[in-house]
């Protein structure tokens, strides 16, 4: 079960990455045809509005992996002078609050996608209904529920990391 939980996160911060270079192509393409108007193209319609939506999705598709991987800031001046029983303490403790606030975020978000819907709300130009990216971004943030709760697990003793696991981000720690 954790080895799902994990792979999901990578696959869903993959899915991000993805979606955050298709969005800075747009972003290329915009700019490029507001620079060329003179020669009959122009700016991509809603394109402000397509940004918009996508970063806010692509932060919540980014986060579960960010924190499997300990990417978070920390500051690390007083952790790493602090005995191990008190790292472990902070770590656990830490560990808890983002589970609670992630819980609290979701919950929010479930509530906020009820309301944009119920309210028919679009964005301007492209009269996309905005419930849309407030449902995917709801979707990463459920992933972010199921991540956090996993690694509070792994943290507290009760589950264990997949085999071959390295918290260590992809470039060491900076």
């Known amino acids: 079960m954790v080895k799902l939980v994990y792979r999901t996160a990578e696959w869903l911060a993959y899915l991000g990455g993805l979606l955050l270079t298709a969005i800075a192509v747009m972003v ?20 402000f509005e397509m940004v918009e939506m996508a970063t806010a999705v692509v932060v919540f598709f980014f986060l ?23 790292q472990r303490f902070l770590t656990v403790f830490s560990d808890v609050l983002m589970l609670a606030i992630w819980v ?6 479930g509530v906020s996608v009820g309301d ?18 407030y449902a995917v971004s709801l979707f990463g943030a ?26 260590e981000p992809a470039g060491g720690h900076v």
């Open 28 to 47: 290329v393409v915009s700019v490029s045809g507001r620079a060329l108007i003179s020669v009959g193209l122009g700016p991509v319609p809603g394109d």
């Open 64 to 86: 579960p992996w960010c924190y499997l991987k300990n990417g978070h800031a920390m500051v690390d001046i007083i952790y790493m002078h602090l005995p191990r029983w008190a």
């Open 104 to 109: 609290i975020l979701t919950w929010r978000l």
């Open 116 to 133: 944009k819907y119920n309210e028919s709300e679009t964005t301007f130009i492209l009269q996309i209904p905005v419930w849309w990216a």
């Open 142 to 167: 459920g992933v972010g529920c199921v991540t956090y709760l996993t690694k509070t697990l792994v943290e507290l003793g009760v589950a264990r990391e997949p085999a071959g696991w390295s918290a």
